[in-house]
């Protein structure tokens, strides 16, 4: 049985405290890889990495101030919303927005008289 099964002697074997390391950092950066995947499809982001899709965004802050964030290719553009109204001139009504109380927002357009 001795000469098909060679072991060595425990004195003849070198071991290196850290070889297991480079492994542990292996595993960690496929776990990590595999949990920014199951984000990104847990949370429909994945026109994040499409460069062909536009993306916004809207950020809102403690204080309510909010922000909008809009990429559209490589171009990323922001822009701050305040509640001064600097916008005017001659407009039509459009119809009207409800916000619901999870905090989605219906459009309901006008109907128009006949006219």
């Known amino acids: 049985m001795s000469k098909f099964l060679k072991l060595p002697m425990p004195e003849e074997i070198e071991e290196d405290p850290l070889a297991g390391i480079a492994n542990l950092f292996d595993v960690s950066v496929v776990f990590i890889v595999g949990l920014m995947i199951s984000l990104f499809s847990v949370y429909r982001m994945g026109g994040l990495l499409n460069p062909e899709t536009e993306v ?39 119809g009207i927005a409800y916000r619901l109380p999870d905090g989605q927002v219906i459009y309901v357009p006008e109907v128009e008289n006949g006219n």
């Open 56 to 94: 916004t965004m809207v950020l809102t802050n403690p204080n309510g101030d909010q922000e909008i964030i809009t990429r559209r290719g490589t171009e990323i553009e922001a822009y701050r919303v305040t509640a001064d109204a600097v916008s005017g001139g001659d407009g039509v009504r459009l």
